[in-house]
């Protein structure tokens, strides 16, 4: 099998990455801006890597994508400020760029397996969120904030479409905030400027106050990289059936903090484990802030979001694994040992 992964430097294209070579004997056809976090790969004879920027090298796009089996689009600005900040930015490249891409599977006949999103679901009341009954709830069009999110559910709809109506073989993945090494750059200072576990360890590495949005009582389910990787692995072997033309969340359920616990954890984990920041750990304050003072105008918050993953158990016999405490450990691991 030939596997063309395109964002292969990021989060989870890295991991990804990394488990296909330890795990199958699959190819990898790669390409991203950079390439510090795939340094593992780089010189793995199955890993064939391309420095470039997708939406510029499109002759490199369409012959590669001839060639392979199946395609991960994985490039896509992902922090919720960006939304805010930059939203046509965010509607170029999550939106525009990847269209391309899922034209040229439709067009070579080729798989895709597509990043979609938790945030499709949006503000959606339900306990946990169903891939194929829950309302998708987004704001006002002067919160920026859900242009992601529409950019994405756009994008999944017209990926449903063309399965629908033109052949094309899917499966679309929805990350419940994954996290682990290599999530974001911790040294980026900006408020916001990363997703809020990179955001809050740089706090403490800085020495400041952590940022609690709104108070911090949202909720999240923290998933751990490995289990999502797990999960992909899964769908991408399923050709055939279980994983034809579905969507998944992929999330833990059984991780379901507020992000104030989240900051807790982390100050509590630093002072006892890692000694040479437990002083500045004790030192950090954890201070409210309104969301507009902190994100500006535009943003709007998510105050649950539980994925169910009974498709997930049917279809691909997965389940998350790791539980918070192990997976921050992991992560604290990665940034401050
Ligand atoms: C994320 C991002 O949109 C994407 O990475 C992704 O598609 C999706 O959700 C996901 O990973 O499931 P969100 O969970 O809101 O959205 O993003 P974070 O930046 O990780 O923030 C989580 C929560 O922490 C938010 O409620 C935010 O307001 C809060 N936060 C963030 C703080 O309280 N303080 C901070 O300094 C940063």
Redesign the pocket.
């Known amino acids: 099998m030939k596997v063309l992964i395109l964002g292969a430097n990021g989060f989870i294209g890295s991991h990804l990455s990394e488990a296909i070579l330890a795990k199958t004997d699959w190819q990898i056809d790669a390409m991203d801006l950079t390439q510090d976090k795939i340094s593992s790969c780089l010189s793995h004879p199955r890993f064939h890597f391309t420095q470039g920027d997708i939406t510029q090298q499109k002759e490199w796009i369409r012959e590669h994508l001839q060639q392979c089996d199946v395609v991960l689009p994985l490039v896509a600005i992902?922090?919720?400020?960006m939304?805010v900040q930059a939203p046509l930015r965010v509607f170029e490249l999550d939106f525009e760029a990847n269209l391309d891409i899922v034209r040229q599977c439709v067009q070579y006949k080729k798989r895709i397996i597509f990043p979609s999103?938790?945030?499709v679901y949006g503000m959606c009341s339900d306990a946990e969120f169903d891939e194929e009954t829950s309302p998708l709830v987004t704001g006002p069009i002067k919160n920026q904030r859900w242009i992601?999110s529409t950019s994405k559910q756009l994008l999944d709809r017209v990926i449903y479409a063309y399965g629908e109506h033109e052949g094309l073989s899917y499966t679309l993945f929805r990350?419940?905030?994954?996290y682990g090494p290599r999530l974001d750059n911790v040294f980026n200072p900006k408020?916001?400027g990363?997703?809020?576990?990179t955001?809050?360890i740089g706090?403490i590495l800085r020495g400041e106050d952590?940022?609690?949005?709104?108070g911090?009582s949202?909720q999240?389910c923290f998933t751990y990289i490995d289990d999502g990787i797990e999960a992909l692995l899964r769908i991408i072997e399923n050709k055939d059936n279980g994983a034809h033309n579905k969507i998944f969340n992929i999330?833990n359920p059984f991780e379901n903090i507020s992000?104030r616990q989240l900051a807790e954890m982390l100050q509590q984990f630093i002072v006892q484990h890692y000694p040479a920041y437990s002083e500045k750990a004790k030192a950090v304050q954890l201070l409210n802030?309104d969301?507009k003072n902190?994100?500006g105008d535009g943003?709007q918050?998510?105050a649950l979001?539980v994925p169910a993953i009974r498709h997930a158990r049917e279809h691909l016999g997965w389940e998350p694994r790791v539980d918070i405490a192990t997976g921050l450990r992991r992560t604290l691991n990665y940034y401050l040992a």
């Open positions: 992902a922090t919720p400020a939304y999103t938790s945030e992601y990350p419940f905030n994954w408020p916001g990363s997703r809020v576990l955001q809050f706090n952590i940022n609690l949005v709104n911090g949202q999240r999330g992000i802030v969301a902190y994100y943003y918050d998510v979001r």
